[in-house]
């Protein structure tokens, strides 16, 4: 007789043909967890944390899904909805309470809960998208345009022009002249004037003097008889105001030469100066903003000022001193076009002041605040020297945040906000290019590539479209950052790619019953590949991917796909060892309830160690929220670690009845067919046992024990091994002589175990179970059952090409497998 050396069973699932498989992989591994200390063992128990009527959630499979976590560790479930049929957009309950919390928009209402509403045909989950940062939480609906601020429609004309004399020219003439339209002379008018400077040796003279003379002599034209004009004289500056009733109306202010000869010691004052020192001390407060058009000294740098007085309690009739300060442009009370915060992603953020011990913290959801639009509009320039941002028209793809920045996917371009400054996406001057400006650029590539996700990696942001990979390197700089090709992988963008120890996974397209995952990392300064970390289990992920979470610490990847009839989790576990990857190790976790229809995974996260899920009941759309402690402490041998019960009630959330001698209780998670577990465990001692169910009906259990106690389901535990492969002494398989292998026994080397069966068919044979039951007296954990670390021989006799094993453990206790032995029959192959 043979044997085949043991091999730890820490490799998963791997779906190659037998010779080309690694001898640590298994054939399949349903509720087991692959773990590097201790061997393959049992996952942890799945826990209640909250059960969700349908009635209370008006989620569907087609609802948007999010676990998340405030500044103070509090946990939330949120679902978002399609408002158009009458629903509640955002709804979240609390984790650790009874009651579902407030989700209030105080300001805006309609317009926050019309963001919501979606075309016809598209669900929510594809539709919404969102980031999270401390106790705030953006939310953009990628089917909606930004839409450009209102114009309000302009009947009136209010405007301002005048001359400023700058410096005085003794002995020369001030011409003037004054070009307008109003009510009184709609088709036009024109009044010129021109008043000699007095001698330099004159005590009445100076630039206010020529101002206020230039004022008598207007009034005494026919601008006089027009109320629509107010001449107003301040430190040698005259200033005409036009107020009428059409805002076709208009005014001009025109000097015929400057007396001091170098064209700024006299001149008109409209909407442009090449200068801001061309500019007087003393004008109208609040007046349209003039436009600086620079010189060849600046580049002819362009960009717009308005004046402010010194007194806080001017008006926008006083004419005073003041300053002047860039401002963007606008002309009769109306700004450019801008955006409007209701089209853009809707804040949710913790109130801190509504907080009640039944539901925790209240949440408010607003596009608005009580100042107004909840993001910034511009404030410098116009369209042409301070662009829109290129979402403007455009849908919002996806949201997330970067380095300080709140970020945005629209069409082909990342627009990431002002540093520190996540409502605002416009430049705060024209005059220079600062480093905490935002920044909007677009995709570097030949090809059309709409930007759908984003994430952060090795300090750099990675950027998905459906065909291609691009990124953002270092710190983001409005004068340096590139958004810059890294290669052209498809992937399905519809699931957000995550971040594991050391790359990036993302989805990627099979067909439509299967789906693939890949690891995306550098190899090299901007060299980057993706290596498909599924391609030795093809088709063993069914179904197109929902969703993926990545855990850093455990090295844990979980993966969920749309299908609503299994309720089941793919897990890849991974190791490195320097440089080389030593365990990529896939399989299942079935979470479902066979009783009931929670056959729908909606969600997963990790809270620290904790992995909670999200189940829908796919018959009546009710949803348990449930918890697997995945702390490595949990693994220990160590340790007095809990049995393994699913769905767990303790009895103090029963209630009981007395039933003749036994009591009985309702757990919905039980059937007639499928019993319930009930537990006694004391965690003092660490003694459990199992107390007996006398019966179930439907779902009333009945027992003889009123109080102390655990009710829950037992999933089934259980992995294939792969068939063992002959190979030479270079490892190379003996291909010719596989079939014909006649396997005799396989030994599974066991720790801290208390039972297992192994199921064992072939061709012409019945299927015959071979329990392992640790022996009286060995070792024990739990006081009552024994615990055993060792060696269990399972009677094989058949030829390989007609074997089928499997190892169950249908029990609440412990069992890890650390190895298998092959034992083989010598005569029945050569060397």
């Known amino acids: 007789m043979g044997v085949l050396p043991a091999e730890p069973l820490l490799g998963g699932v791997s779906r190659q043909p037998d010779p080309v498989r690694l001898p640590s992989q298994v054939e399949e591994s349903i509720n087991m967890l692959p773990d590097v200390a201790i061997g393959l063992t049992k996952r942890a128990s799945q826990d209640i944390i909250k059960e969700i009527a349908e009635a209370d959630s008006e989620i569907t ?204 010691g006299f001149t008109a004052i409209n909407r442009e100066v090449s200068e801001l020192t061309d500019l007087p001390t003393v004008w109208r407060h609040g007046d349209y903003p003039i436009k600086i058009t620079g010189t060849s000294e600046t580049d002819f740098v362009q960009y717009y000022v308005g004046f402010t007085a010194t007194d806080p309690s001017a008006t926008d009739t006083t004419v005073a001193r003041g300053t002047w300060a860039e401002t963007l442009y606008y002309t009769n009370n109306v700004p450019p076009p801008t955006q ?232 890849n576990n991974t190791l490195h060892q320097g440089a080389e990857k030593v365990q990529n190790a896939w399989h299942k976790w079935s979470l479902n309830s066979s009783a009931i229809d929670l056959n729908h995974i909606m969600g997963a996260h990790f809270f620290d160690d904790e992995i909670y899920v999200t189940l829908r009941n796919t018959s009546d759309d009710s949803i348990v929220i449930t918890k697997i402690d995945n702390s490595p402490a949990l693994y220990e041998p160590m340790l007095d670690y809990r049995y393994r019960l699913d769905f767990r009630r303790e009895d103090t959330d029963l209630t009981i009845t007395p039933s003749g001698s036994n009591y009985e209780f309702d757990y919905p998670y039980c059937s007639d067919s499928n019993f319930p577990k009930v537990v006694r465990h004391d965690p003092v001692t660490g003694e459990t046992e199992e107390i007996d169910v006398i019966s179930v009906v439907g779902t009333t259990v009945t027992t003889a024990e009123a109080s102390n106690f655990s009710v829950g389901m037992v999933p089934e535990y259980s992995w294939k091994p ?20 006649e396997l005799q026994s396989a030994w599974v080397y066991h720790s801290n175990t208390h039972r297992y069966e192994a199921v064992l068919s072939s061709v012409g044979r019945d299927t015959t179970s071979d329990p392992m039951i640790a022996t009286e007296g060995a070792t024990s954990q739990y006081n009552v059952v024994a615990i055993e670390t060792d060696a269990y021989e399972t009677k094989v006799g058949a030829v390989y090409r007609d074997l089928d094993l499997e190892f169950t453990s249908h029990n609440i206790y412990p069992a890890t497998f650390v190895n298998l032995e092959w034992h083989v029959e010598a005569g029945s192959y050569k060397g």
């Open 61 to 264: 499979e087609d609802s948007f899904t999010q676990f998340f976590e405030d500044s103070e560790g509090n946990k939330y479930f949120m679902r978002i909805e399609d408002t158009t049929g009458g629903k509640k957009s955002v709804r979240i309950w609390d984790l650790d309470r009874d009651d579902e919390t407030d989700v209030n928009t105080p300001v805006g209402g309609p317009a926050t809960e019309g963001y919501f509403g979606l075309p016809s045909g598209v669900k929510p989950k594809d539709a919404f998208r969102t980031a999270t940062s401390a106790d705030t939480t953006f939310i953009t609906n990628n089917t909606v345009e930004t839409a450009e601020g209102l114009i309000f429609p302009v009947t009136t004309v209010d405007t301002t022009a005048g001359f400023f004399v700058k410096i005085e020219q003794a002995n020369s003439d001030y011409t003037a002249t004054i070009n307008w339209s109003s009510s009184t002379h709609p088709a036009g008018n024109s009044e010129t004037v021109t008043y000699t400077s007095p001698a330099a040796s004159s005590n009445n003279r100076g630039p206010n003097k020529i101002a206020r003379e230039l004022r008598t002599l207007f009034v005494a034209t026919t601008i006089a008889a027009d109320s629509a004009l107010t001449l107003t004289v301040d430190e040698g500056v005259l200033i005409v105001r036009l107020q009428d009733s059409s805002s076709s109306y208009y005014l001009e202010t025109k000097v015929e030469e400057d007396p001091v000869g170098n064209e700024k």
């Open 340 to 571: 409007t915060s209701s089209s853009l992603p809707a804040r949710l953020i913790i109130d801190k002041s509504d907080w009640t011990a039944a539901r925790g913290y209240a949440f408010l959801l607003e596009h608005e605040d009580a100042d107004g639009d909840l993001y910034n509009g511009r404030t410098v320039g116009d369209t042409d020297i301070a662009p829109d941002p290129s979402y403007f028209g455009n849908t919002i793809n996806d949201v997330f945040f970067y380095k300080n920045r709140l970020g945005f996917l629209s069409d082909e371009n990342v627009i990431l906000s002002e540093l520190g400054e996540p409502y605002n996406f416009w430049t705060t001057t024209v005059l220079d290019v600062l480093e905490t400006d935002p920044i909007d650029i677009s995709a570097d590539s030949a090809q059309v590539n709409v930007l759908k996700r984003a994430v952060s990696y090795d300090n750099n942001l990675i950027v998905f479209s459906k065909d291609a990979q691009f990124q953002m390197a270092g710190v983001p700089s409005p004068t340096a950052s590139a958004l810059s090709h890294l290669a052209s992988y498809e992937s399905d963008t519809d699931v957000k790619p995550v971040t594991s120890a050391r790359a990036i996974l993302f989805a990627s397209p099979d067909t439509d019953d299967s789906s693939r995952v890949m690891e995306f990392q550098a190899i090299d300064t901007n060299i980057f590949t993706a290596d498909d970390v599924t391609l030795h289990i093809p088709k063993y992920i069914e179904g197109r991917l929902a969703g993926m979470v990545a855990h850093t610490a455990s090295r844990t990847t979980l993966c969920w796909t749309g299908r609503t009839d299994a309720g089941e989790l793919y897990i």
């Open 722 to 741: 792969s068939r063992p492969v002959l190979k030479d002494q270079n490892g190379k398989p003996l291909l010719h002589v596989i079939n014909n292998l």
